[in-house]
């Protein structure tokens, strides 16, 4: 069992910059793949990047690869999704999920993720 909870999200101006984290309880947060999804206002819930528990190798939307980096802390049961050069139509809640095993699909489907969290909201003005 893994619980999840975002924090970094806000109000932010275009062309800024911020740090979404995701702590996890549990003891076997290092066995998972941690992924980043957002859901904008009348728009379905989207893929951003995710990074498996090995190797810490990382998959991105083909549409958002340089302004988002996904990392993970193990010791700290931490992920974090930096987003630079924030732009209006960045504007979304972001979501961390939990996946295990492995992924045909770079781990870019919602049904292949276990968990979830409650989302953090992210605003960028214009």
């Known amino acids: 069992q893994v619980q999840l909870v975002e924090s970094g999200g806000g109000l932010v101006q275009a062309g800024g910059s911020l740090r979404l984290s995701c702590a996890a309880s549990?003891?076997?947060?290092?066995?998972?793949?941690m992924g980043w999804f957002r859901q904008a206002p009348g728009k379905e819930r989207e893929f951003v990047a995710a990074i498996t528990w090995s190797r810490y190798i990382s998959y991105y939307a083909d549409s958002e690869k340089g302004r988002f980096t996904i990392s993970r802390d193990n010791a700290r049961n931490t992920a974090y999704l930096q987003i630079n050069s924030l732009k209006p139509e960045d504007t979304a809640v972001y979501y961390c999920?939990?996946?295990?095993?492995?992924?045909?699909?770079?781990?870019?489907?919602?049904?292949?993720?276990?968990?979830w969290g409650q989302g953090t909201q992210v605003i960028v003005s214009s």
């Open positions: 999920a939990a996946a295990i095993g492995t992924s045909s699909s770079g781990y870019k489907e919602e049904y292949e993720y276990s968990y």
């Open positions: 549990g003891r076997t947060f290092s066995m998972y793949t």
